[in-house]
């Protein structure tokens, strides 16, 4: 009985955990086909998180925690290259979107890259790579 109960309860939360992250990634993706640039989406998201704050509720500020750095991204030979927008210096490459990450991963570890869609967002896309 004990088993079962334990069983049931790591599944509601790996369930809530895995559908937050869902929920996100789809949020971010319907204000990306809606055109909006990531400056945009921050400042709709500092919006909500004040409204919300006003009515009393409880929110995660995980994001501003974070630096971030802005990234441009360029495709040359089928490898996509990763360069710090500030000062154009080289910080990664993969020839997939998956191996870039990781290689961006691994060299900045506490570190949130932003691609604006003007500066290759769009190499990303699973089509892409």
């Known amino acids: 009985m004990i088993e079962l109960l334990l069983t ?19 949020i971010k993706e319907l204000l990306e086909d809606m055109g909006l640039t990531d400056q945009q989406q921050k400042l709709l998201r500092e919006k909500c998180v004040t409204e919300l704050r006003s009515a ?14 802005e990234v441009t991204l360029e495709q040359h030979q089928g490898v996509i290259f990763a360069y710090s927008k500030d000062d154009g210096s080289f910080m990664a490459q993969g020839k997939t979107r998956d191996e870039l990450f990781n290689a961006l991963r691994a060299r900045y570890k506490e570190i949130r890259c932003v691609v604006a869609a003007e500066n290759g967002a769009e190499l990303l896309r699973k089509s892409h790579t």
């Not at 599944?11 to 929920?23: A, F, N, R, V």
């Not at 009393?56 to 750095?69: A, F, N, Q, R, T």
């Open 8 to 26: 049931f309860t790591i599944g509601c939360l790996l369930g809530w955990k895995i559908c937050d992250i869902w929920t996100r990634v789809m």
């Open 56 to 69: 009393g509720l409880e929110v995660e500020d995980d994001e501003s925690e974070i630096p971030e750095i």
